[in-house]
């Protein structure tokens, strides 16, 4: 009868339309863009009503972001936050307001109590694995520059301490000089112009070690045009796995890459329709990458960019 149709109706279309939003950092590197795209797809395929910012790397248009989520009366928040601290106040009003916030990405420095989970990588281990690969290949004699993530971001602070923990095991490995280069490629580029004229031209620079692949590919044009073979006068580690890498590594010009997963929308989803389910979500959702190293990256670039 009318009611059960009405009933009927309702359920469908509550279901069709799970309004999530979405606080992206913004488009600094090729896989923050490939996270964006793959959460979007995720989203179109569950038929969920995304509503997506992009915040130019700022964390005010984040929280406004999060804020007009609120006043939306989304059914969920999802939040790449682009640095660490000052997020207690709108995540405790998305609580207030009952609304599931997933961290996704990084993380934040506040009251876990405040999100539903967090669907990242550990960063401190991604940096460990950097520190052992280049610890061994070097057999413990290697002085180092480091290109940093963006100031105060979780991956970038993580990924500097993994990394350190590692190499301070080692008396012939230092970290000569160390800067943001802010995850982008001209970013990565300017910084490691600076670190090769202050260092001999190079000559004192054992490797460099990029929390992310779009620094170590714009770092790759700094080494060329100072007149250095990267990948051999300066060993490359750095992390996320983004095809430009596996093209850089089959062609010599960098050494290992870090694989990091941007497939992050369907762990968010589930989360959310877990907690609407009342179910129990743990508190941190994360799956970290294996290393890849020259020998396979022909075959994962042509995997991944289809050429
Ligand atoms: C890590 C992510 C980092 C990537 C960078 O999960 O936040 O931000 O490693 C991106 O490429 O800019």
């Known amino acids: 009868g009318a009611t059960m149709c009405i ?7 509550a279901q069709a339309e799970m309004i999530i939003g979405f606080s992206q950092i913004g488009s600094e590197s090729g896989w923050r863009t490939s996270e964006t795209a793959s959460i979007k797809a995720e989203a179109e395929k569950r038929g969920i009503d995304l509503k997506f910012s992009d915040a130019q790397q700022k964390q005010e248009n984040q929280i406004k972001a999060v804020r007009s989520f609120i006043a939306q009366g989304v059914d969920g928040i999802l939040l790449a936050p682009v640095v660490e601290t000052g997020w207690d106040q709108v995540l405790k009003e998305a609580k207030d307001a009952g609304i ?4 996704i990405d990084r993380g934040v420095d506040a009251d876990p109590s405040l999100y539903l989970t967090k669907v990242a990588s550990d960063f401190v281990e991604e940096g460990a694995l950097a520190g052992a690969w280049l ?4 057999s413990g004699n ?4 480091e290109l940093q993530g963006t100031v105060g971001s979780s991956a970038a602070i ?14 012939n490995m230092k970290i ?5 280069g802010d995850f982008t490629r001209s970013g990565g580029k300017e910084v490691m112009e600076s670190f090769l004229k202050a260092e001999n031209g190079g000559k004192n620079i054992c490797a460099l070690y990029a929390h992310n692949d779009d620094m170590a590919l714009g770092a790759v ?6 007149g250095l073979e990267p990948g051999k006068d300066i060993l490359i580690v750095s992390i996320d796995g983004v095809p430009d890498i596996f093209k850089a590594m089959a062609d010599g010009e ?10 992050l929308g369907a762990p968010a989803f589930d989360a959310i329709k877990a907690s609407m389910d009342g179910k129990e979500v743990p508190k941190w959702i994360k799956a970290n990458g294996p290393l890849y190293l020259p020998d396979t990256a022909a075959e994962e670039y042509k995997k991944r960019s289809g050429k």
């Not at 009933?7 to 279309?13: E, F, N, P």
């Not at 290697?142 to 520059?145: A, E, P, R, Y």
């Not at 000569?176 to 943001?180: A, I, V």
């Not at 044009?221 to 100072?226: G, T, Y």
């Open 221 to 226: 044009q700094a080494i060329k045009e100072a």
């Open 142 to 145: 290697c002085d180092v520059v």
């Open 158 to 171: 993580d990924r500097k301490e993994g990394f350190g923990n590692v190499i301070s095991n080692f008396p």
């Open 254 to 263: 960098t050494n290992a890459s870090i694989e990091l997963n941007p497939h």
């Open 7 to 13: 009933g009927m109706g309702m359920s469908l279309a």
């Open 100 to 103: 599931p916030v997933v961290l």
């Open 176 to 180: 000569l000089r160390s800067q943001s």
């Open 135 to 138: 610890a061994a290949k070097t």
